[in-house]
Structure formats: C-alpha cells, structure tokens
C-alpha cells in the first residue's frame, strides 16, 4: 500500500543542535512537502519539492533547510534548533491535478527542544 | 495568499444531531477543496474533496461547495463519539494545500 513514513516518531533536541527529519514515500508522487503544526495556527507549509534534487521555500522557511536526494526521500534540517521550532511536523506527498489531486500525509514527528 | 478561516472554533453537539462546520476562502478560482479529521495526538484523515459547486457525500460526510460565496462547508450526519476531533479545511491551489486552522468537534453521548 502506498504510504509516507516519517522518521522518528518523537524527538528530543538541546537548543543549538542539529535535527534532521526523515521522510519516505512510496507514492510515486513528484511532489513532496513539510508542515508544522502548532495550536491556533493549522498546519502552515515550510518546503516542498517538485522532485529530486529541487527544494523550494514555503510560506515559513526560516530556521529550516531541506533535501530531496530521491524520488522517494525528503527531509527538514534544523540546523541550530530553538525552542520555538518545537511542534509537530507532517511529510506529505501529492500530485497536482487540478481537480483530482492526490495528497498522502504521514503520521507526524514530534519534537521538543529543550 | 490563500487565506482559508473556519468557524466555529469548537462545537459541542449531540450524538445524531447534525454537526455543520463552515470555511471561507479567499480564492474562488482554486482547484479543489478538501476536509480532513485529525483524533487527538494522531495524522490526518481526509474525508471528502469537492470541486464543483453544489455538494458530495463520502459515508456520513457531505461537503457543501459555493465559489461565489468562498465557502465550503461540511455536514456530518448521526454524529458519534468517535466523530470527536478536530476538523481541518484545506484548498488546494496548484502546487499548494492551505489549512484552515481547524474547528474541534465534541460529540456528547
């Protein structure tokens, strides 16, 4: 079954340290996005990608890079985390067809930083 | 930029009473529209698209599209208490999907 895999499940980070979260997909999708997700904001997108090798900023790319090796993979790096970078972050991956576009979310990374 | 809101916040009603959930967008022209379920600590489950004006139904789910207006709704039939969860409106512009920030459903038993 096709399905996005976001690595770790929960995570916890010291203040100026370096975080990279992983994510898989299996979709075949071009397309490949990370969101956060904090309390009165919804999920608010922070890269995506077109496909390997791209990456482009979304609405809140401050504080954040990211990788797409592959197909497949795209991570978020956190360079030097802060506190305020603590949240839930979901992968996705889609394709853009106007009408029948297709997204296929994973099941969130929780980090603190500490 | 999309801006995508929904109203109420939080809504408390009666298990199989009607649950009516609203959002307003601020552009008419995008692709498609898309309500998503979210249970307490988990991902996200989509429950019905639309694209075209008028209504779909997935199940107990039927979402109520009227571009002119910028608004979508979602109507849950017979809710129950595992129907408590925060809601989610998405619209989907080309590459892009904007969240609303959510309302959260509480069904009383």
């Known amino acids: 079954e096709a399905a996005v895999t976001q690595s770790p499940r929960n995570k916890v980070a010291v203040t100026g340290g370096k975080v990279t979260l992983s994510c898989n997909q299996t979709?075949?999708?071009?397309?490949m996005y990370w969101y956060r997700q904090d309390t009165g904001h919804g999920l608010r997108l922070i890269h995506y990608?077109?496909?390997?090798?791209?990456?482009e900023k979304g609405d809140i790319p401050d504080g954040y890079k990211a990788s797409r090796p592959s197909q497949e993979n795209f991570s978020l790096i956190l360079e030097l985390a802060t506190p305020s970078q603590t949240s839930v972050y979901f992968c996705a991956s889609g394709e853009t067809r106007g009408a029948n576009s297709d997204y296929t979310f994973g099941s969130g990374t929780r980090l603190l930083v500490i | 930029q999309q801006k995508v809101q929904q109203s109420p916040e939080s809504l408390t009603v009666s298990e199989g009473a009607m649950a009516s959930l609203n959002c307003t967008f601020s552009?008419?022209?995008?692709?498609?529209f898309r309500w998503y379920r979210q249970h307490s600590g988990k991902g996200l489950e989509m429950l019905v698209s639309?694209?075209?004006?008028g209504e779909k139904e997935e199940g107990r789910f039927t979402a109520h599209l009227n571009r002119a207006s910028l608004h979508v709704s979602l109507h849950i039939r017979e809710p129950q208490p595992s129907d408590s969860a925060v809601y989610l409106c998405a619209v989907n512009m080309g590459y892009k999907l904007t969240f609303g920030t959510g309302t959260s459903l509480l069904v009383d038993p």
């Open positions: 639309i694209f075209s004006d």
């Open positions: 990608s077109y496909g390997a090798g791209s990456t």
């Open positions: 979709n075949n999708h071009n397309n």
């Open positions: 552009d008419g022209t995008s692709d498609n």
